[in-house]
């Protein structure tokens, strides 16, 4: 399939889009099918919002809670052996991001 138009909110050909969709709209696009004489509208949509800093990740060394669920004996026991402890407080078990990876 050919892409030949990608409008953008408030261009030509994306009105209805916009009256269904409002501020989710991303793009429209206009997909032609060779094959099949088609002519298909798709729409680009944004479905979730969060916050996100560029750059920023986890240190490798920081301490993150894992939780294993009472039936995982295999997985509880890699945990263990792993080097991790369990807080009880948190009802999880302890150890670094970068052994979790």
């Known amino acids: 399939?050919?892409?030949r138009t990608t409008p953008t909110p408030g261009q030509y050909g994306t009105k209805q889009f916009l009256k269904e969709y409002g501020?989710?709209?991303v793009d429209?696009?206009?997909r032609y099918d060779k094959k099949r004489n088609k002519?298909?509208?798709t729409v680009e949509l944004i479905v979730d919002k969060q916050e996100w800093i560029s750059g920023v990740s986890i240190p490798m060394d920081r301490h993150v809670h894992v939780r294993v669920d009472?039936?995982?004996t295999e997985l509880r026991q890699k945990v263990k052996s792993a080097g991790s402890f369990?807080?009880?407080k948190k009802k999880a078990w302890v150890l670094s991001y970068k052994t979790v990876l």
């Open 28 to 30: 429209g696009r206009y």
């Open 1 to 3: 399939m050919d892409i």
């Open 70 to 72: 009472y039936g995982e």
């Open 39 to 41: 002519r298909y509208k």
């Open 86 to 88: 369990w807080d009880a």
């Open 23 to 25: 501020y989710q709209l």
